[in-house]
């Protein structure tokens, strides 16, 4: 629309409604001008000197193929040939009795198992000294928490 069509129709409208019209144009250009000033800050975010160009991954592509991770445990997978260090012959030995339930503090416990395991103790000689520990495996009868004997002198 040329400026010589918009004036003459100027002259047709009234002076309230050219001044209705600007008011809403002039609120209409605010409203604007305070999204582009949003839009801005939140530009600055993400493109600046600071910013590598890695942190920009929201802005790449994604892939046309949706891959699938599954979870899983670390470490070696199950049924593993082992390379432990093999067990010293000893016969040293300690029992690690379950006492009281770590979670609520009860004494009524029920073992449903035992787990072995050595621990080599160094003196100064640096001869090592072979301790077979076995722990019960305990189950609370009041809160079910199934748990491992503990005592001060042994790393679990």
């Known amino acids: 629309m040329s400026l010589i069509e918009i004036a003459g129709s100027l002259k047709e409208k009234s002076k309230e409604k050219i001044i209705e019209e600007f008011l809403e144009l002039y609120k209409e250009n605010e409203k604007i001008k305070k999204e582009k000033e949003a839009l801005e800050k939140e530009l600055r975010k993400y493109k600046n000197p600071n910013t590598p160009p890695s942190a920009n991954q929201h802005l790449k592509p994604a892939f046309s193929k949706a891959v699938e991770v ?53 003196p100064p000689e640096i001869q090592p000294e072979a301790v077979n520990i076995t722990r019960d495996i305990c189950q609370c009868n009041k809160c079910n928490l199934k748990f491992l004997a503990r005592d001060n002198q042994t790393p679990l």
């Open 70 to 122: 599954k979870p899983h445990r670390r470490g070696a997978p199950a049924g593993h040939a082992g390379t432990n260090k093999p067990k010293i012959e000893t016969s040293n030995e300690r029992h690690i009795f379950g006492k009281e339930c770590p979670n609520c503090q009860s004494k009524s416990l029920e073992v449903i198992g035992q787990k072995v395991q050595q621990q080599e103790e160094i």
